[in-house]
Structure formats: C-alpha cells, structure tokens
C-alpha cells in the first residue's frame, strides 16, 4: 500500500460516512444477502450490534493502513474469529464485492476507479492475513 492509496481509501471511507453515516452498513449487508444469500444465516436476525462492528473494523483498519505490521496480530485473530463461524475464503470476495456496491450506490461519480483499485488491494492484503491466519489454527 502506497500513500497515495492510503489516501484514497480514508477519503472514500470519510466520504461514505458524511453522506450515508450509518445507512451505508445497511446497505452493505442488504448487498451482502443479494449477492450471497447463503451466508444470511451467519448472521443475526437483528444486525444493529454487527452493523456497529463492522464500522469499527473499518475504521481501525483505515486508520491503521499505514501499520499493518502493527495490527497483524488482530487481523489474524479476526480470521481465526471468521473460521469459526464457518466463513470460507470465498466469502471475503462477496464481502469486497459488497463493500464496493455500497460505495458506488453512496457516492457514485465521487468514487473513482483508483478509490476503488485501491480498495480491493486492501482488502486483498487483509483477506490474505485473515486466510493464512485460518489456515495456521487449522494445521
């Protein structure tokens, strides 16, 4: 990750806040359940609590892109999290897919093809992490 992505990512993220705040988590997973609806049943009948969390997560993670090094660690255990409730490493494809839905429903013409790119190299990066975490817990 370069500055210029990290750059990106935090004005798409600050953009996508201002403009949507909390209903962007909404439509995150009403994206979600579209395009995968096989993993809805992970998931709680009331997603308020798991809306909040993923916001955090996120916005750890922006604000931590710089130091990855540095919060590998919770990545990791995030991932370890995930295998336990049965997620595969398909589902961080839906999950990317999802969350770049749900920037262009948002901010349309504002969300660049380089906000993008930029994005999915990311989450490249913490989905690799998350899986190799998996992996290692399942050796």
Do not use: C
């Not at 997560?57 to 919060?71: A, E, H, M, S, Y």
């Amino acid at each position: 990750m370069n500055e210029q992505n990290v750059t990106l990512i935090r004005n798409s993220w600050e953009l996508l806040n201002e403009q949507a705040g909390e209903e962007s988590m909404s439509i995150f997973y009403n994206t979600l359940f579209e395009i995968a609806p096989e993993v809805k049943p992970m998931f709680p009948s009331d997603l308020n609590d798991q809306k909040r969390k993923l916001a955090s997560t996120i916005n750890f993670v922006v604000k931590n892109l710089t130091r990855l090094d540095n919060i590998k660690s919770a990545v990791e255990e995030l991932g370890r999290y995930h295998q336990k409730r049965e997620v595969k490493a398909a589902h961080y494809t839906y999950v990317t897919e999802a969350l770049m839905t749900t920037f262009k429903t948002v901010l349309k013409d504002q969300f660049t093809g380089e906000m993008e790119r930029s994005w999915k190299s990311a989450l490249t990066i913490l989905a690799g992490i998350m899986i190799a975490a998996e992996e290692k817990e399942a050796v």
